[in-house]
């Protein structure tokens, strides 16, 4: 595996997102050889964290990626990249190291192309991971809570680094043996066994159900007859409307500063605002919460809307919204805002509330 990791630095020195002879070869041993040698041990680490890893590797996809890496993962908890929690290589982009990191995904789907997450989401959940592995990081104090990958090309250097909890950095003119890498490999795996078992025992506020989502189950099983529902209702109309004309001024003001003319047609439309400009035209929907925004409610005729109007069609969700109810009417201020250009609704990302059926 050394001399594996010395090839993979040795070509981050010629990079190019070119498929030159050099990068083929980076590719091979990232994509072959380093997955070898990972599902060689798979056994073994099977042993000391949960019993469904598995291995993926990437160099990039069409054009070659700036930061190569190859992983160790959970199939059921990390079946993708952008999803939970696992262990990576990560190559930094100028040759000098290579890290071990126990990291989570950096970016979401939305339908279309991969979204960055917010960076401090990103450094949240890293902080959190860090407090709950406090004991079990403390037995490798040669470990970093930060990398630098020294990246040059978009955001998704920046991202691994935000998204990183720990790791181990082996420097180019200092790789270990293959004894020495197999310990920290089995170590840090180990404690994303722990981390695993940490979430899966803690509900963290991102995992609570949006009190808007919480409306809409409730109605729903209202609706079709169930007497108790065991859902309380999230929010009162008044604060719901406070919670969207905040939400959607917020919007409103993001896109006059882009230079667009905008309409509210929320009150007429199947979306919030018509936002034009020359030779452009979006159809905006938005959604306001005090959740983290994880998950927002959707109306058929919006689902139906973003697939006639597509790719002229972006979300904005402003999340995080603090909530005054000692007011009246309740006042709503601050929130993250995350915007998604152009909007796709993903079917794999829909999931239904109540069904309507007709009885023949």
Do not use: C
Request: proline share 5%; aromatic share 6%.
């Amino acid at each position: 595996m050394r001399e594996v990791l010395q090839g993979v630095l040795d070509a981050q020195r010629e990079f190019t997102d070119e498929y030159t002879d050099t990068m083929r070869r980076r590719g091979e041993l990232v994509r072959d050889r380093m997955t070898a040698w990972l599902r060689a041990r798979l056994p073994d680490l099977r042993a000391v964290s949960v019993d469904d890893l598995d291995v993926d590797a990437s160099d990039g996809i069409g054009r070659r990626a700036e930061i190569p890496w190859a992983r160790v993962h959970s199939a059921s908890r990390s079946p993708k990249p952008r999803d939970g929690w696992y262990v990576v290589y990560l190559f930094d982009a100028r040759g000098e190291s290579v890290y071990l990191t126990l990291m989570q995904g950096t970016t979401t789907w939305n339908g279309n192309s991969p979204v960055d997450r917010p960076v401090a989401e990103l450094r949240a959940r890293a902080d959190r991971a860090r407090a709950a592995l406090a004991r079990e990081l403390a037995r490798r104090p040669d470990l970093l809570p930060a990398i630098a990958l020294n990246g040059s090309r978009g955001k998704r250097a920046r991202g691994y680094e935000h998204g990183t909890v720990a790791a181990f950095d082996y420097r180019r003119d200092a790789l270990p043996t293959d004894d020495v890498l197999d310990t920290d490999l089995r170590f840090l795996v180990s404690v994303l066994g722990r981390l695993h078992a940490v979430e899966e025992a803690t509900t963290h506020p991102e995992d609570e159900q949006a009190p808007e989502v919480a409306d809409a189950v409730a109605s729903a099983a209202r609706a079709a007859g169930r007497r108790d529902t065991g859902q309380g209702f999230g929010l009162g109309q008044a604060e719901r409307v406070a919670i969207e004309t905040h939400a959607v001024a917020r919007a409103r003001r993001y896109l006059q500063a882009q230079g667009f003319t905008v309409l509210d047609v929320g009150a007429t439309e199947s979306y919030d605002l018509d936002a034009t400009r020359p030779g452009e035209r979006l159809y905006v929907e938005v959604k306001g919460t005090t959740s983290t925004g994880g998950e927002v409610v959707l109306t058929r005729n919006e689902v139906r809307l973003n697939a006639d109007r597509y790719p002229h069609t972006m979300l904005v969700v402003v999340a995080d919204i603090a909530l005054d109810r000692s007011t009246t009417p309740p006042r709503a201020t601050g929130g993250r805002m995350r915007v998604v250009q152009p909007w796709a609704v993903a079917g794999e990302d829909l999931t239904p509330l109540s069904y309507r059926y007709r009885v023949g």
